[in-house]
Antibody
Framework: EVQVVESGGGLVQPGGSLRLSCAVS????????MHWVRQAPGKGLMWVSR????????YYADSVKGRFTISRDNAKNTLDLQINSLRAEDMAVYYC?????????????WGQGTLVTVSS | DIQMTQSPSTLSASVGDRVTITCRAS??????LAWYQQKPGKAPKLLIY???SLESGVPSRFSGSGSGTEFTLTISSLQPDDFATYYC????????FGGGTKVEIK
């Protein structure tokens, strides 16, 4: 059974940093692209970032480029998102999602999400 | 960037109704389109990928069609469990989502 579990969310001041993590099981993690998708309170979904199975390829939405860094540890089956210079508009539930074995893709398994709150 | 526009934003329907949601892309995305269902407080659930392929375990009353820039999600006979918000997603060039369509009880 595929499981995806995010952690690391919390309350952060504007300009602060946070590291989100995602632990997965039930599939060969290193074969799949992995993604972060976020959803601001009461709003729609926004793709944030993706990383290739070997970690060599990373892509970001323009609004987070230069502030967010996606990474993975295939030995530990974990995916991370380092978020720096947090802004009010970054406040959202952040979901970790499995892509496919090829680049941009749909997402067939999602975690339950972790909430990032930005407030002074 | 590819913009995705869904319509309507809200839809009121009754159990048993046939429901159609439209998604338009700002440029051609071939058939690289997925549909998701989301209920309050829950993660999205994949329904359809590659415009018309039904995800395993999804009821056959859900179907998708279209290619290029115009796509539709159809629920042939709305069931009580189907009242939710639906999103389209393009994955032709990175990824972007439509604004969502909330299906409400009439």
């Amino acid at each position: 059974e595929v499981q995806v579990v995010e952690s690391g969310g919390g309350l952060v001041q504007p300009g602060g940093s946070l590291r989100l993590s995602c632990a997965v099981s039930g599939f060969t993690f290193s074969r799949y692209w992995m993604h972060w998708v976020r959803q601001a309170p009461g709003k729609g979904l926004m793709w944030v970032s993706r990383i290739s199975g070997d970690g060599a390829g990373t892509y970001y939405a323009d609004s987070v480029k230069g502030r967010f860094t996606i990474s993975r540890d295939n030995a530990k089956n974990t995916l991370d998102l380092q978020i720096n210079s947090l802004r009010a508009e970054d406040m959202a539930v952040y979901y970790c999602a499995r892509g496919t074995i090829t680049g941009a893709s749909f997402f067939d398994f999602w975690g339950q999400g972790t909430l990032v709150t930005v407030s002074s | 960037d590819i913009q995705m526009t869904q319509s309507p934003s809200t839809l009121s329907a009754s159990v048993g109704d046939r429901v159609t949601i439209t998604c338009r892309a700002s440029q051609s995305i071939s058939s690289w389109l997925a549909w998701y269902q989301q209920k309050p407080g829950k993660a999205p659930k994949l329904l359809i990928y590659k415009a018309s392929s039904l995800e395993s375990g999804v009821p056959s009353r859900f179907s998708g069609s279209g290619s290029g820039t115009e796509f539709t999600l159809t629920i042939s006979s709305l069931q009580p469990d189907d009242f939710a918000t639906y999103y389209c997603q393009q994955y032709n060039s990175d990824s972007s989502f439509g604004g969502g369509t909330k299906v409400e009880i009439k």
